[in-house]
Every structure is written in C-alpha cells, then in structure tokens.
C-alpha cells in the first residue's frame, strides 16, 4: 500500500496545550495536504505545503515538511475543545493528481 | 471553492440491494473523485471521473460493483451494488479546489444490514 503513517493514532490534550501530529509517506511528492474530519463527516481542507517549501504557518497551524525523511508535521498552537477531530495528511503523488490520504491522529482537546 | 452536495447524508440498506450517491458541484469541475473510508479508516480513493468518458479505477475496486456515472460537469453519481455488510462505510466525492487543496461533500454513511 502507498498510504502514509501518521502517529500519534490518538493525542489527547488539555485546552490551550499545542498538539503535534507527524505524517510519513512513501514516494515523491508534487505537495502534501491536512485535512480535517469531524464525526466522521466530510473533510475540511487545512494546509498545503509544496514539495519545495520547507515550513508554512496559517493561523494556530504550523507545518512543516522534510522531503529527505520524507515527513511532514502539523502543529495546532493553542488548542481549542473545537479542534477535537480526526487529522489527515494526504499527498498528492507527482502527476496523477490524486490523493493518498494517511492512517489519521484522532485528537481530543479537553475543556 | 466549490461547494458540494452529497446525498444522501446516511442510508441503512439490506444486503443484495444497491445504493446510488448522488453528488452536485456549484461550479464545472473537469474531474471528480469518489472515496471510500471504512470504520475507523483512512480514505480510500475508489475512482476518478471524468466528464463524457469511462471513470477509472484503483486496484481493488471494480465498475461492476461501483458503476459511476458523470453525465456533466458539475453532477455524479456513485452506485454500491449488490451490497454486503463489508460495504459498510463513509462514501465521499471530492473535486479540486482553487489552490491546491480538494473540497469533499459531507459524506453518505451507509450501514448494510
């Protein structure tokens, strides 16, 4: 399978902690992608980062990105009982302009 | 970004019947991504599909158990045929978005029974 690994499966955390979630993959990439799911509805995306850029910031997220290691982070600063859901990262394998989505890092962010 | 409309939102099915997933775009895309994510799973991408041709599918996945349709560029429908327990699952579209990232419809959860 091409499908990437993402770790922690499950992070929990108190409100205002930050949370980090690392995502690996296995090819080349042309950019790699979070997306957010809540309850098991449609995802939302969050960021894209391209295979050329090493770090981006939007809002609380930050993330990161080592074609080397092949291995990509995502950072929530300050986290919110509102960001309580599931994460993925997916890249978009050069050319085929599809997505090959990770195995998700659930996370709980307590009041 | 495109907006999207999925339905329907859930569905209980008996086995043996089949399940057609209709999704609309508020805009004309040229390709539409139809995925698959099993409980507790990550996404699996079960085809694409293009507009006035035949959709294309991923290794494990078959037209006769997942016929598509694309009659235009903002409409497609996912048909689950013949369905099992093992079909049970979150049915997303998706289409590309302005800058880079993909828009999903809200999701089908289907249970077969």
């Known amino acids: 399978s091409q499908q990437g690994e993402e770790d922690p499966q499950a992070l929990s955390i108190q409100e205002g902690e930050n949370a980090t979630m690392n995502c690996s993959y296995k090819t080349s990439i042309n950019n790699l992608q979070w997306y957010r799911q809540n309850s098991g509805r449609g995802l939302v995306h969050l960021i894209l980062i391209r295979s050329n850029e090493r770090e981006k910031h939007s809002g609380r997220l930050r993330v990161t990105l080592d074609t080397s290691k092949k291995s990509s982070s995502l950072l929530i600063t300050a986290s919110r009982a509102a960001d309580t859901a599931s994460y993925f990262c997916a890249t978009d394998d050069t050319g085929f302009q599809k997505l090959v989505f990770g195995t998700g890092t659930r996370l709980l962010v307590s009041p | ?113």
Do not use: H
């Open chain 2, 1 to 113: 970004s495109a907006v999207i409309s999925q339905k329907p939102s859930r569905d209980i099915c008996q086995r043996g019947t089949s399940l057609t997933i209709q999704c609309q775009v508020d805009s004309q895309v040229t390709m539409m991504f139809w995925y698959r994510q099993q409980p507790g799973q990550s996404l699996t991408l079960i085809a694409t599909a293009n507009q006035g041709s035949e959709a294309t599918y991923e290794s494990g996945f078959v037209i006769d158990k997942f016929p598509i349709s694309r009659p235009n560029l903002t409409f497609s429908t996912l048909t689950v045929s013949n369905m099992s327990p093992e079909d049970s699952s979150i049915y997303l579209c998706s289409v590309a978005g302005s800058r880079g990232g993909y828009t999903f419809g809200s999701g089908t959860r289907l249970t077969v029974v």
